[in-house]
C-alpha cells in the first residue's frame, strides 16, 4: 500500500457500502462465539471491529501474552465471510504497567493525576508509554501479519475523549519547550508573536516556558493557542508512530482512526494525514442533547440532529470515504436522558451515513455488556442474548447495500473549517453564547438546507475545484491565506465569508489594520465596531429589501468599493451596513457581518448557490434532508410524520416509495433538484 498522503481519489469507484458490528468476545463464554457469529452472518454483518480495550486480557502480566481467545475469534468471524479489523489497545493500559511506571498517567492543568480506573489516563508525551506502545502494536502486528482475515487496524480508541488531549505533566513541558523551540527558533520571536510584554509575561529563555497549568487569571490566548497546537500535534505524532509500525508489518492493511463528533481538542486533519481513511463515532439522540446546531425538540431526542451529524460525515470524509465506526444502536448510557430512538430510527442512521459517503457503518455493539461502565449501553441483541430493535434495522439496511453499487460524494461547494480559529475563538469568544460549531453550522444547515452536498476542508486546502466557498469565519488570517482566496474569487469562484474574519494574526494577536486585516481588499470594506449581544436585545436587520433575525454578534461595516447589501434595523447599530457584496475579477465575495439566524442565512446561501449556479431544492422542512451520491439521490426523513416526496414520472425508487414514513429513507435515481418534498 502507497503512503496515505499519496493515495488517489476513489469518487468515480463504485463500491458496495458495508454493515458491520463492534464485537466483545472477551465479555462473553466461549461457547456463545460461534453462535454470535452465526447470528452475525445472518443479520449481513460484514465486517467487525475488535479488540480497542484489551491489552489486560491480551497481557494479563508482563510478558506473558494470551492471543489463543483473538485468535479463535479472528477464524470464526473469518470461516463466516466476515472480515476483521483489529484494534490497538493502548487507550487502556493494564494495572501492572501503571504500577510499574506511574509516570505515563496524564495530570490535569492543576497537577491533578488522571488516575487507574477507567481510560485514556496515558500520556502521549511519556517515553515510557511510547516503548510500551512500540511493543504491544509490534507484538499484535506479527502475530496477525499473515492473517487473511484481518482487513486493518483502528489506532487506540478516541483520541481525546475525557477531555484527554491536552495534559500538563513534566514530560508535556519538557516536549512544549522543544515544540515551541523549533516553531519559533530564538526565544525574543516568541515574546514578539505571542505579545508577552502585556502582563510582563516575557520569557528569558525556552527552558522557562512551562505548561498553562492552574493560576489566578485567564492565561495569555497566545500561549493557550498554542499549548493546544501542541497538544494536538502530540496526538497526532502518536498516531503517526502506531501507523507506521502496523504498516511495516503488512503495508496490504488500511490504517484508520475512530474520532468523535463535534470534537474540539483534536485536528483531525492532521490525523487523517497518516490514515487511509478517517472513522467516527456517531451517537445522535446523545449529541442532540449537548452538541446540538439547533434547538432541543422531540424529533431529535428521537432522531438526532441531521445536520450536526451530517456535519461530522463530511468533516471526516476524505479522498477515500470514510466509515462509522460505531454507529448508536438504541438507547445509550452516557448524555443526561437516554429516550430510545424513533422506530426505524438506526436504519435511517446507515442511511444517512452512506448518503454522505460511508463506506461501511459499524453498530456499537453487538450485545449489550453485563458488566462495567456501559452496563446501560444498548446493543444489537439484548444481554440475554436476544436480538434487539437495532438488531432489525441493520439486517435490513444490510438488505438495502447490497443491492447498492455506489461512486462517492461530488460535492460543489466547501465549508472552511479551521481547528486554529475553533481553538482561538474558544478562549476569547467574547459571549457566553458564541460557539464556533453553532456558527458553523448555521452556514452549513442552510446549504444541507438546500440539499447541496459539502466537503469541510482546512481554509488552506485547494479550492479550486469548487463552484462556491462558505466560510463562517476566518478569525485568523495571514497574507498568504488572504492571497489564495483573493485567486480563488478573481479565477470566477463563489466566496461567502462570515462574521470575525481577519480580526487576528496566526499567533492570536490582533491584526495591526482594522477587521478584517488583509481581507480588506477582497471583502471591499472592514468592521468600523462590533458587538456581542444577549437575547434580551432586539436583533434584526434588512438584507435585500427583507427583514431578518440575527443573534449573538454584529459588526457595523464600512463599505470601500463594496456594495451593501444588507443594514441593522435595531440598536445602536440601526442604519450601518450590515453585510456586503464585491466583485472581484471573475467572481464575487459577499460579507456577512452577523451571526445569521436560520431564515438570514438561508438567504446569504441560496443566493451564493445561485451566483455559482449550484443545483439545488426549495428550501427543505427542518426534519427532512436530501443527499446525492453518484446516481441516486436519498430523502431522509428525521420527524416522526411521514413525508411525501414527488419525483417525475419516470424516476424509480431503489429504496422505499415516495411515501417516506417518519424516521424512514427513501432513495430515488431521480435528480436532486426535481426532489419536490411536502408533509403528508
Same mark, same amino acid.
Given at each position: 500500500?502507497?503512503?496515505?498522503?499519496?493515495?488517489?481519489?476513489?469518487?468515480?469507484?463504485?463500491?458496495?457500502?458495508?454493515?458491520?458490528?463492534?464485537?466483545?468476545?472477551?465479555?462473553?463464554?466461549?461457547?456463545?462465539?460461534?453462535?454470535?457469529?452465526?447470528?452475525?452472518?445472518?443479520?449481513?454483518?460484514?465486517?467487525?471491529?475488535?479488540?480497542?480495550?484489551?491489552?489486560?486480557?491480551?497481557?494479563?502480566?508482563?510478558?506473558?501474552?494470551?492471543?489463543?481467545?483473538?485468535?479463535?475469534?479472528?477464524?470464526?468471524?473469518?470461516?463466516?465471510?466476515?472480515?476483521?479489523?483489529?484494534?490497538?489497545?493502548?487507550?487502556?493500559?493494564?494495572?501492572?504497567?501503571?504500577?510499574?511506571?506511574?509516570?505515563?498517567?496524564?495530570?490535569?492543568?492543576?497537577?491533578?493525576?488522571?488516575?487507574?480506573?477507567?481510560?485514556?489516563?496515558?500520556?502521549?508525551?511519556?517515553?515510557?508509554?511510547?516503548?510500551?506502545?512500540?511493543?504491544?502494536?509490534?507484538?499484535?502486528?506479527?502475530?496477525?501479519?499473515?492473517?487473511?482475515?484481518?482487513?486493518?487496524?483502528?489506532?487506540?480508541?478516541?483520541?481525546?475523549?475525557?477531555?484527554?488531549?491536552?495534559?500538563?505533566?513534566?514530560?508535556?513541558?519538557?516536549?512544549?519547550?522543544?515544540?515551541?523551540?523549533?516553531?519559533?527558533?530564538?526565544?525574543?520571536?516568541?515574546?514578539?508573536?505571542?505579545?508577552?510584554?502585556?502582563?510582563?509575561?516575557?520569557?528569558?529563555?525556552?527552558?522557562?516556558?512551562?505548561?498553562?497549568?492552574?493560576?489566578?487569571?485567564?492565561?495569555?490566548?497566545?500561549?493557550?493557542?498554542?499549548?493546544?497546537?501542541?497538544?494536538?500535534?502530540?496526538?497526532?505524532?502518536?498516531?503517526?508512530?502506531?501507523?507506521?509500525?502496523?504498516?511495516?508489518?503488512?503495508?496490504?492493511?488500511?490504517?484508520?482512526?475512530?474520532?468523535?463528533?463535534?470534537?474540539?481538542?483534536?485536528?483531525?486533519?492532521?490525523?487523517?494525514?497518516?490514515?487511509?481513511?478517517?472513522?467516527?463515532?456517531?451517537?445522535?439522540?446523545?449529541?442532540?442533547?449537548?452538541?446540538?446546531?439547533?434547538?432541543?425538540?422531540?424529533?431529535?431526542?428521537?432522531?438526532? #440532529?441531521? /445536520?450536526?451529524?451530517? +456535519?461530522?460525515?463530511?468533516? *471526516? =470524509?476524505?479522498? %477515500? !470515504?470514510?466509515? &462509522?465506526?460505531?454507529?448508536?444502536?438504541?438507547?445509550?448510557?452516557?448524555?443526561?436522558?437516554?429516550?430510545?430512538?424513533?422506530?426505524?430510527?438506526?436504519?435511517?442512521?446507515?442511511?444517512?451515513?452512506?448518503?454522505?459517503?460511508?463506506?461501511?457503518?459499524?453498530?456499537?455493539?453487538?450485545?449489550?455488556?453485563?458488566?462495567?461502565?456501559?452496563?446501560?449501553?444498548?446493543?444489537?441483541?439484548?444481554?440475554?442474548?436476544?436480538?434487539?430493535?437495532?438488531?432489525?434495522?441493520?439486517?435490513?439496511?444490510?438488505?438495502?447495500?447490497?443491492?447498492?453499487?455506489?461512486?462517492?460524494?461530488?460535492?460543489?461547494?466547501?465549508?472552511?473549517?479551521?481547528?486554529?480559529?475553533?481553538?482561538?475563538?474558544?478562549?476569547?469568544?467574547?459571549?457566553? #453564547?458564541? /460557539?464556533?460549531?453553532? +456558527?458553523?453550522?448555521?452556514? *452549513? =444547515?442552510?446549504? %444541507? !438546507?438546500?440539499? &447541496?452536498?459539502?466537503?469541510?476542508?482546512?481554509?488552506?486546502?485547494?479550492?479550486?475545484?469548487?463552484?462556491?466557498?462558505?466560510?463562517?469565519?476566518?478569525?485568523?488570517?495571514?497574507?498568504?491565506?488572504?492571497?489564495?482566496?483573493?485567486?480563488?474569487?478573481?479565477?470566477?469562484?463563489?466566496?461567502?465569508?462570515?462574521?470575525?474574519?481577519?480580526?487576528?494574526?496566526?499567533?492570536?494577536?490582533?491584526?495591526?489594520?482594522?477587521?478584517?486585516?488583509?481581507?480588506?481588499?477582497?471583502?471591499?470594506?472592514?468592521?468600523?465596531?462590533?458587538?456581542?449581544?444577549?437575547?434580551?436585545?432586539?436583533?434584526?436587520?434588512?438584507?435585500?429589501?427583507?427583514?431578518?433575525?440575527?443573534?449573538?454578534?454584529?459588526?457595523?461595516?464600512?463599505?470601500?468599493?463594496?456594495?451593501?447589501?444588507?443594514?441593522?434595523?435595531?440598536?445602536?447599530?440601526?442604519?450601518?451596513?450590515?453585510?456586503?457584496?464585491?466583485?472581484?475579477?471573475?467572481?464575487?465575495?459577499?460579507?456577512?457581518?452577523?451571526?445569521?439566524?436560520?431564515?438570514?442565512?438561508?438567504?446569504?446561501?441560496?443566493?451564493?448557490?445561485?451566483?455559482?449556479?449550484?443545483?439545488?431544492?426549495?428550501?427543505?422542512?427542518?426534519?427532512?434532508?436530501?443527499?446525492?451520491?453518484?446516481?441516486?439521490?436519498?430523502?431522509?426523513?428525521?420527524?416522526?410524520?411521514?413525508?411525501?416526496?414527488?419525483?417525475?414520472?419516470?424516476?424509480?425508487?431503489?429504496?422505499?416509495?415516495?411515501?417516506?414514513?417518519?424516521?424512514?429513507?427513501?432513495?430515488?435515481?431521480?435528480?436532486?433538484?426535481?426532489?419536490?418534498?411536502?408533509?403528508?
Amino acid at each position: 500500500m502507497t503512503d496515505a498522503s499519496t493515495r488517489r481519489d476513489d469518487r468515480t469507484d463504485r463500491t458496495t457500502p458495508r454493515i458491520g458490528v463492534c464485537y466483545f468476545p472477551e465479555h462473553w463464554p466461549r461457547d456463545r462465539w460461534a453462535t454470535d457469529v452465526q447470528q452475525m452472518a445472518e443479520a449481513g454483518i460484514e465486517v467487525v471491529r475488535m479488540g480497542e480495550f484489551s491489552w489486560g486480557r491480551l497481557e494479563p502480566s508482563r510478558g506473558e501474552f494470551d492471543f489463543e481467545w483473538l485468535d479463535t475469534a479472528v477464524e470464526l468471524l473469518g470461516e463466516a465471510g466476515i472480515d476483521v479489523v483489529l484494534c490497538t489497545p493502548t487507550a487502556t493500559p493494564p494495572k501492572w504497567l501503571v504500577d510499574e511506571h506511574p509516570e505515563i498517567l496524564q495530570e490535569e492543568s492543576d497537577g491533578t493525576v488522571r488516575d487507574f480506573g477507567s481510560r485514556r489516563h496515558y500520556c502521549f508525551n511519556s517515553a515510557v508509554y511510547r516503548e510500551e506502545t512500540t511493543r504491544i502494536v509490534e507484538r499484535l502486528a506479527a502475530r496477525y501479519a499473515d492473517s487473511p482475515h484481518v482487513v486493518g487496524w483502528q489506532t487506540d480508541n478516541e483520541y481525546g475523549c475525557h477531555r484527554t488531549i491536552r495534559c500538563y505533566c513534566a514530560d508535556c513541558a519538557a516536549a512544549f519547550r522543544d515544540w515551541c523551540h523549533e516553531r519559533y527558533d530564538d526565544i525574543e520571536t516568541l515574546n514578539e508573536t505571542w505579545g508577552n510584554t502585556f502582563w510582563s509575561q516575557q520569557y528569558g529563555s525556552f527552558a522557562a516556558i512551562d505548561p498553562p497549568r492552574h493560576t489566578a487569571a485567564e492565561h495569555h490566548p497566545s500561549r493557550l493557542l498554542d499549548y493546544g497546537r501542541f497538544a494536538s500535534d502530540s496526538a497526532v505524532a502518536y498516531n503517526e508512530h502506531q501507523a507506521a509500525l502496523l504498516r511495516e508489518a503488512n503495508d496490504d492493511w488500511f490504517v484508520t482512526h475512530n474520532f468523535m463528533g463535534n470534537f474540539p481538542t483534536l485536528d483531525a486533519f492532521d490525523v487523517r494525514e497518516s490514515l487511509e481513511f478517517a472513522t467516527w463515532d456517531s451517537y445522535p439522540t446523545g449529541f442532540a442533547q449537548d452538541r446540538s446546531l439547533g434547538p432541543q425538540t422531540a424529533d431529535r431526542l428521537r432522531a438526532g #440532529d441531521p /445536520d450536526q451529524v451530517s +456535519l461530522n460525515h463530511d468533516l *471526516y =470524509r476524505g479522498p %477515500r !470515504g470514510f466509515w &462509522v465506526m460505531e454507529q448508536q444502536p438504541g438507547d445509550i448510557n452516557w448524555p443526561p436522558y437516554a429516550p430510545q430512538p424513533g422506530e426505524g430510527a438506526m436504519r435511517l442512521w446507515a442511511h444517512q451515513a452512506v448518503a454522505h459517503g460511508a463506506e461501511a457503518v459499524c453498530y456499537f455493539r453487538w450485545r449489550r455488556c453485563r458488566q462495567g461502565q456501559e452496563q446501560y449501553h444498548a446493543g444489537l441483541r439484548r444481554h440475554d442474548g436476544s436480538p434487539d430493535r437495532g438488531y432489525h434495522d441493520a439486517q435490513q439496511a444490510a438488505g438495502e447495500f447490497a443491492e447498492l453499487e455506489l461512486t462517492g460524494v461530488d460535492a460543489p461547494v466547501a465549508l472552511c473549517f479551521s481547528y486554529d480559529d475553533l481553538w482561538a475563538l474558544s478562549e476569547q469568544p467574547h459571549s457566553p #453564547d458564541f /460557539d464556533y460549531w453553532w +456558527l458553523a453550522g448555521a452556514f *452549513y =444547515r442552510a446549504l %444541507r !438546507g438546500r440539499g &447541496v452536498q459539502v466537503d469541510v476542508v482546512d481554509p488552506t486546502a485547494d479550492l479550486g475545484e469548487y463552484a462556491a466557498v462558505v466560510a463562517p469565519t476566518l478569525h485568523l488570517v495571514d497574507e498568504t491565506l488572504a492571497d489564495r482566496l483573493t485567486e480563488y474569487v478573481a479565477d470566477g469562484g463563489q466566496l461567502l465569508v462570515g462574521p470575525r474574519s481577519g480580526y487576528k494574526l496566526p499567533g492570536n494577536r490582533l491584526q495591526p489594520a482594522l477587521a478584517p486585516g488583509p481581507l480588506t481588499d477582497l471583502v471591499g470594506g472592514h468592521v468600523d465596531q462590533h458587538e456581542s449581544l444577549p437575547a434580551s436585545l432586539e436583533t434584526k436587520l434588512s438584507y435585500r429589501g427583507e427583514r431578518y433575525e440575527y443573534e449573538i454578534w454584529g459588526e457595523w461595516l464600512v463599505p470601500d468599493e463594496a456594495r451593501v447589501t444588507g443594514e441593522h434595523e435595531t440598536g445602536t447599530a440601526a442604519g450601518k451596513p450590515a453585510l456586503l457584496e464585491h466583485a472581484v475579477g471573475e467572481g464575487d465575495v459577499a460579507y456577512c457581518g452577523v451571526q445569521p439566524g436560520d431564515d438570514l442565512a438561508d438567504a446569504v446561501v441560496t443566493d451564493l448557490l445561485d451566483r455559482a449556479e449550484v443545483d439545488r431544492t426549495d428550501r427543505l422542512p427542518p426534519t427532512v434532508r436530501v443527499a446525492r451520491r453518484g446516481d441516486l439521490t436519498w430523502v431522509l426523513n428525521f420527524g416522526g410524520d411521514p413525508v411525501e416526496a414527488e419525483v417525475p414520472a419516470d424516476a424509480e425508487w431503489v429504496v422505499g416509495s415516495e411515501t417516506v414514513p417518519g424516521y424512514g429513507v427513501g432513495v430515488t435515481d431521480a435528480p436532486l433538484s426535481t426532489v419536490t418534498l411536502c408533509e403528508t
